[in-house]
């Protein structure tokens, strides 16, 4: 998950923290929104997909994802494949954890692509031992604590959960490594696997194939170059392998939700009135 406006989330109170070591290799990171006050104007942040999963808990307010209310205290940022939008109003107060591509099924054990795109959780993990850990997060007003209790429920998981396969690392790497433009054929042979085998993979242990995935990597280095003013959208179409830019435009809509321009707009500061 990634978000374009910076000063609008440290307006939210965002905190991002590192796990503890044994943790880094599956987990990105811990992060927490929490304001000493209430916010009275409803905001919304798009939140980008990069193929990973993320658990969030929350002791506020209930939050809307892509306007819709979620109730629950706690709740899947699955593995998605499309931008969603998070809206906040009232009392903000969540954590969450943001799993590394391919980090989630150890944690979580279940075959991940049948959560892609999914939020509801309560009903996968054992609901009565989530809800207790929401309770203990919610009875201290230390945020170090809650991510140390979130360590450590993550450190005992991961001692009692599933395997992840010693080829997801690497052939997420690649992936990266080529802007996802590395064809899953070629991919496959270096990992000395068929084709299927990889894809059957990458949907258990992933969420999704690893073309999908590879497509979200292209249009996550085009996000990223059109964010940072670094390149055109018509060299982009060029540089990441799109057939043309008419392509190029119909793929990062249909991941970001607005054309390259549109979202090269958003990115640009007001221009102030002479």
């Known amino acids: 998950m990634a978000t374009d406006s910076q000063p609008a989330l440290t307006n939210l109170g965002f905190q991002l923290v590192p796990p503890s070591g044994d943790l880094r290799p599956y987990v990105q ?3 927490s929104f929490r304001r000493p006050a209430p916010l009275l104007t409803f905001r919304e942040e798009y939140m980008h997909p990069r193929g990973g999963f993320g658990v969030v808990f929350n002791f506020g307010d209930p939050v809307f994802l892509d306007g819709r209310l979620v109730k629950e205290p706690l709740f899947l940022d699955g593995a998605n494949t499309l931008s969603r939008k998070m809206g906040f109003i009232g009392r903000v107060d969540l954590v ?8 989630a099924y150890p944690f979580l054990g279940v075959p991940l692509h049948e959560l892609r795109d999914a939020f509801t959780l309560l009903d996968v993990l054992d609901r009565r031992q989530l809800l207790t850990l929401h309770d203990r997060l919610a009875e201290t007003a230390v945020l170090a604590h809650r991510f140390q209790l979130l360590d450590q429920w993550l450190l005992t998981r991961l001692a009692q959960g599933q395997t992840r396969s010693l080829l997801i690392p690497p052939s997420l790497a690649r992936l990266q490594a080529q802007a996802g433009q590395l064809p899953i054929p070629q991919l496959a042979e270096e ?8 894809e059957r993979l990458f949907q258990l242990q992933v969420g999704m194939t690893p073309k999908q995935y590879a497509r979200l990597v292209r249009v996550e280095t085009a996000r ?8 055109t959208a018509t060299r982009l179409a060029v540089d990441l392998g799109f057939y043309d830019q008419a392509h190029f435009i119909r793929e990062f809509r249909s991941v970001i939700g607005m054309t390259p321009t549109a979202y090269k707009k958003r990115q640009s500061p007001p221009v102030d009135p002479d």
């Open 29 to 31: 990171s811990f992060w």
């Open 191 to 198: 990992l000395a696997v068929s084709q299927r085998q990889l």
């Open 96 to 103: 969450g954890i943001r799993f590394r591509e391919g980090g």
């Open 224 to 231: 990223l170059a059109l964010k940072q003013h670094t390149e």
